[in-house]
């Protein structure tokens, strides 16, 4: 599976952004979606999920209520919607891809990996 994240960019605090994640390839692998991040510095800290078949949806308490992850199935693309940002929302976020299904959270879980977009909030 290949993945081509796009969408990141400059905001100010409070601002939005919507991350994009075009999937091609094997895509009948594809159990589950995920987003990650990793700020300068730290480890990659997981965002959200989605189950690819069904929709449903998880994410880290931190962007709960602020971020949506979504699914077009039909495109093969996963999205990030984020809304109210914060400075420490800034990080380099990740697509990745899960065969399977057991700890959505845990980055070394995922199967394939897109090649990151820069999300930079500004105080």
């Known amino acids: 599976v290949q993945l081509q994240a796009s969408g990141g960019g400059l905001v100010q605090a409070g601002g939005s952004l919507r991350l994009s994640c075009a999937a091609s390839?094997?895509?009948?692998?594809?159990?589950?979606m995920g987003w990650f991040r990793q700020a300068p510095g730290k480890e990659y800290e997981f965002v959200a999920a989605?189950?690819?078949?069904?929709?449903?949806?998880y994410s880290t308490d931190s962007v709960k209520g602020r971020f949506t992850i979504s699914r077009d199935k039909p495109k093969n693309t996963l999205y990030l919607q984020m809304n109210s940002l914060k400075p420490d929302d800034t990080a380099v976020y990740y697509c990745?891809?899960?065969?399977?299904?057991?700890?959505?959270?845990?980055?070394?879980?995922?199967?394939?990996w897109g090649q990151g977009t820069q999300v930079t909030v500004s105080s």
């Open positions: 990745a891809v899960d065969k399977e299904f057991a700890t959505i959270w845990n980055a070394n879980e995922y199967d394939y």
């Open positions: 390839g094997s895509i009948f692998s594809i159990n589950a």
């Open positions: 989605i189950r690819w078949s069904t929709g449903n949806t």
